[in-house]
């Protein structure tokens, strides 16, 4: 069984510029989570969607959105980038219609803003 | 304060010794997780735990869930080099989601 994937695994962008990162889940899982990873904050949550609906969403700016979509395939798009957003950005997926599935976690990608 | 508190942060042990890594949560766990990493890598999945005084054992790791003290140790015999990176417990705080809040993380070195 294929584990999580994220796309790209690496990329540098410059500030102002946007992102779009993808994640494909574990197939049958529904739920996919998203985190940013820094060597300050720690890993942090920044949204869950399950069946295509947001439903929870962490402390981060309105420049951090992400969707998914029919085949819980996901994206996270960050606008205006700043420098402070260079991190990696891991994803997560479980059957998750509840909390106590076991969420697996992608390779992540790593963003760079130059 | 954090929600999630691991400790020790840093673990330095000689091959072949014990080691234990205490996560303890200042709210209700509906999961605890322990996860694994390497340097910039993903988290690889080691345990889940739910249900007070629950242990699982995977190869030489073991974590245990005390439901009480709302905490969680997860302990390696024997170390080897094979089990250095960084482990981080997460934790369900919530029952109808998957978001997980973890804590800051320990670094694990085993030395020859």
């Known amino acids: 069984k294929a584990g999580v994937t994220q796309t790209p695994r690496y990329l540098i962008k410059t500030r102002g510029q946007q992102v779009t990162l993808s994640c494909s889940p574990i197939?049958?899982?529904?739920?996919v989570s998203w985190y940013q990873q820094t060597p300050g904050q720690g890993l942090q949550f920044l949204f869950e969607?399950?069946?295509?609906?947001?439903?929870n969403k962490g402390n981060f700016p309105g420049r951090f959105s992400g969707r998914q979509f029919s085949n819980s395939r996901s994206e996270m798009n960050v606008s205006t980038l700043e420098l402070g957003d260079s991190a990696l950005y891991l994803c997560?997926?479980?059957?998750?219609?509840?909390?106590?599935?076991?969420?697996?976690f992608g390779p992540g990608t790593r963003l760079t803003v130059t | 304060s954090q929600e999630l508190e691991q400790s020790p942060q840093s673990l330095i042990v000689q091959e072949g010794k014990n080691l234990t890594i205490n996560c303890t949560s200042s709210?209700?766990?509906?999961?605890l997780y322990w996860y694994k990493q390497k340097y910039g890598e993903g988290l690889i999945f080691l345990m889940m735990?739910?249900?007070?005084?629950e242990e699982k054992s995977h190869e030489k790791i073991t974590a245990k869930l005390d439901e009480k003290k709302q905490q969680s140790s997860l302990h390696i015999t024997a170390s080897q080099p094979s089990h250095a990176g960084i482990y981080l417990c997460?934790?369900?705080?919530?029952?109808?989601?998957?978001?997980?809040?973890f804590g800051t993380g320990t670094r694990l070195q085993v030395f020859p």
């Open positions: 969607y399950f069946s295509e609906t947001q439903r």
């Open positions: 709210k209700t766990l509906y999961g």
């Open positions: 735990l739910q249900k007070g005084g």
């Open positions: 997460g934790a369900d705080l919530s029952y109808n989601t998957d978001k997980l809040i």
């Open positions: 197939s049958g899982h529904r739920s």
């Open positions: 997560a997926s479980s059957f998750g219609d509840r909390a106590g599935y076991e969420q697996y």
